[in-house]
């Protein structure tokens, strides 16, 4: 008489899966008085423990005629720069840090040796960063005397990226606003009344990968500058998936 013997195996097959973007905090500053070329403009303080991945957008007038100065902070990080836009005499652009140095009463600087006139900037702490090199697809625009402005359509390279779209707009009365489903982190504040250096940053997180190319609306008086990029997100660890097979013995 033969005997069967079941036997199940269960198979541990990895499965990929991604950390969820969370944003930790942001904040924008407008240089006070519009400056008078001082060497550097300082944020405010920021809270951004927990953060792994830094996000600016800076907008400033170009004593030099050429590009952007630099961006530091107070806890010594190195940043890395995209496309610096320009629009007539003023000129805008993203820098990012992947893996900071993070924590309470974070201040961030806007520097040049040729002075920073009409600064503004915004700063944007997330987590569900890659914790190497996130940066995938870019893109920047200036114009002058518009109410919209886009940075350029990109598509990210892959699934379950974060785009952020940053706004830098000369002489602004009014609070600006952004389309294609994206969320204002956080804008320079407007009164109405008194025109002000703008700047401000949104975000998207995406799914399936798909085009994005937002635009922004704002009173247009002057220099308008935008950007826009598309960073990965952490992959998890691998999680287990169970899958059964039968062997027959005889």
């Not at 799914?207 to 990965?232: L, Q």
Request: net charge negative; proline share 4%; aromatic share 8%.
């Amino acid at each position: 008489m033969r005997r069967l013997l079941l036997v199940l195996l269960f198979l541990l097959l990895p499965a990929q899966s991604f950390a969820a973007w969370a944003v930790i905090s942001s904040l924008c500053n407008e240089q006070p008085g519009s400056g008078n070329g001082d060497p550097s403009f300082t944020t405010g303080t920021l809270d951004t423990t927990g953060a792994n991945l830094l996000i600016v957008y800076a907008l400033q007038y170009n004593h030099d005629g050429g590009s952007s100065g630099t961006i530091s902070d107070s806890r010594s990080n190195t940043w890395n720069y995209l496309t610096d836009q320009a629009s007539g005499d003023h000129s805008g652009r993203m820098a990012y840090v992947y893996a900071p140095s993070v924590g309470s009463g974070q201040t961030f600087s806007m520097n040049d040796d040729f002075g920073i006139s009409n600064g503004a900037i915004c700063v944007l702490a997330l987590s569900g960063s890659l914790s190497t090199d996130p940066i995938d697809q870019q893109a920047s625009a200036g114009n002058y005397a518009v109410t919209t402005i886009q940075a350029g359509a990109i598509t990210p390279a892959s699934n379950n990226q974060i785009v952020i779209a940053g706004l830098g707009a000369r002489n602004i009365y009014n609070a600006v606003s952004i389309n294609g489903g994206f969320t204002i982190a956080n804008q320079s504040t407007t009164d109405g009344v008194n025109p002000i250096n703008l700047a401000a940053i949104a975000y998207l997180v995406q799914g399936a990968a798909a085009s994005a190319n937002p635009t922004w609306t704002d009173d247009g008086f002057e220099n308008n500058v935008a950007g826009i990029a598309s960073f990965k997100p952490a992959v998890t660890p691998p999680a287990a998936i169970a899958r059964r097979r039968s062997i027959v013995l005889q």
